[in-house]
């Protein structure tokens, strides 16, 4: 895994300092510890952090063609280059390395963007073309690698792994930009649309921009996009075989590589396959590693253990306090944007235990979104049906009785009525986007000033929800909330902290199952196969009953849980008084004071339910903080 940046002059090939593309690759140190490289021409630079994981002799970058007449520079692997390789041999390309950089750049030559389809991996690069003066700006289908550009006041467009990598040229501008503020409030995390440093555009998953001389920057070209409108044939147990397959294959492929590797463990179903499959490929004893809670009600340690001992994996865990925030302030570096899905801590903590012995790791992202296996999307799918059954005039009723139900957050989500009632009474996409999200309008519309709301403009955090899910290559609601999180939860969210908390500590972080040939197939399952009975993932769970115990298999999801809510009433009650007198959230202009204080009162005596949204508010003004002083 790498780090990359550099500088493109669309219009006039201006010289590039070498210095400047190496401040900025300079930046990412942390993505790639094992070497570095910067090469220029008239109108262009690339730059390289390098973490070697294949090709340990060779495969430095950028790396050029024996012409010099393109040039790339990659972060990523790609997990099928030795057939793409092959391919490519018997059209003529002669390669000089072992590195699977190097089909980027006779595939570029052979075919062109066509190149990207015949990829399986995870990537972003930059590829400069020296004959037509071109740079090609790619990323992955499902964003696993992220990419952000910016166009800078000199006329060249700056890019970058990381956003510290533009923060680190002179002539980048820092200035807010509030819609991201209020996207970050609703959904958690700041969306791959969007960007709270105003200029700064993240080229989506399964997209490609093509930079031209003499051209103005176009918008990005999507080359790949999950489809959920068709439906698989044949029996469960052919499916149940043929998903088996997938995941087998997809394991294998991630486990190449000329370093130290081993896996994720949190005893869940996802981790648990996938450290079967794992076992079933490896001749040596697979290295695998959980962290531990010192409180019950957060630990998972006993099921790791017992999937560790069924596979005979050396294992090993390490238990932390279930209070350990102090890693805020390392997270909102890394992280750049603000980030609010707190399990980030225990991500980081992981990351850490896995890079003391391994430099590459599989974990078990991806199974939820592909199969349905959050518990939003069973609740999602009933309401679906009821919405269904139910004429608008009905629907109009519930949402009255709604509102005047008494709120519980407190009960578990089945027993709160008034969330069901107002559900019921909303179109299937405002009604999950808002299940998704995090602080609801009416909360945080609350605490913005009268200018903030003004400002805004109709924007809301929750548009991009109901847009996405009513033009989703889908057939039911179930097909429309799993598409919307492929396009906005996954990239923005999962994803995101797997990079960041993984590069982090300098360690390759791979997600076999969102292989995207198995996202290909779960796609097209039907709906009663990935949830039956109450359970999601349902076809998988069927499948690996030969491998993981029902205990792993059927009991209740967990993950990683933060008590972020106990934190604002105990430990952090001080943090939580002190947002509505921070310098920072008030002199924005955004947030009323008064208001802020109000909410963390009522959390702190427990008269209302706050602790996600103090964590957004607490964890918006250290990147603000950082990002503009």
Partial sequence: ???IAGLYY???????????????????????????????????????????????????????TSEDDAVVSFNGEIYNFLEVRAELEAKGARFTSNSDTEVLLHGWRAWGPAM????????????????????????????????????????????????????????????????????????????????????????????????????????????WDVDFSQRATGSPRDLEAELVEHLRVAVRSRMMADVPLGAFLSGGVDSSAVVALMAEASRAAVKTCTIGFDEAGYDETAHAALVAERFRTEHRVKTVAADDFALIDTLVHHFDEPFADASALATYRVCELARETVTVALSGDGADEALAGYRRYKFHAAEERVRGLLPSSVRSVFGALGRVYPKADWAPRPMRAKTTLLALAEDGGAAYAKAVGVTVPSVRFGLYTDAARAQLGGHRAEQRYVETMRSAPARDGLDRAQYA???HWLPGDILTKMDRTSMAVSLEAREPLLDYR???????????????????????????????????????????VTPVSAWF???LADEAADLARSPVLAGSGWFEPKAIARLAEAHRSARAEHGRTLWQLMMLERSLARLFG
């Fill in 1 to 3: 895994m790498c780090g």
């Fill in 10 to 64: 669309p219009g006039v090939p201006k010289p590039v300092e070498p210095a400047r593309v190496r401040a900025m690759t300079d930046a990412l140190v942390h993505r790639g510890p094992d070497g570095s490289g910067v090469w220029t021409a008239p109108g262009v630079g690339l730059g390289h952090r390098r973490l070697s994981i294949i090709d340990l002799a060779g495969g430095a970058q950028p790396m050029a």
């Fill in 116 to 223: 990207l389809a015949k990829l399986n991996g995870m990537f972003a690069f930059a590829l400069y073309d020296a004959r037509a003066q071109s740079l090609l700006l790619a990323r992955d289908r499902l964003g696993v690698k992220p990419l952000h550009y910016a166009e800078l006041s000199d006329g060249a467009v700056a890019f970058a792994s990381e956003i510290k990598g533009l923060l680190a040229h002179p002539l980048f501008r820092r200035s807010p930009d509030f819609n991201a503020v209020e996207d970050f409030l609703g959904l958690g995390y700041v969306p791959d649309d969007a960007s709270v440093l105003a200029g700064v555009k993240k080229l989506p998953a399964g997209h490609y921009l093509l930079l031209e001389r003499g051209k103005s920057v176009p918008k990005p070209v999507e080359w």
């Fill in 485 to 487: 999180d492929f396009k």
């Fill in 518 to 560: 198995f996202v290909e197939f779960a796609a097209t399952l039907p709906a009663s196969l990935r949830i039956k009975g109450g359970q999601g993932k349902w076809l998988m769970k069927k499948a690996l009953e030969p491998y993981l115990p029902k205990d792993i298999l059927y009991r209740p999801k967990m993950g990683f």
């Fill in 569 to 571: 009433r105990t430990a």
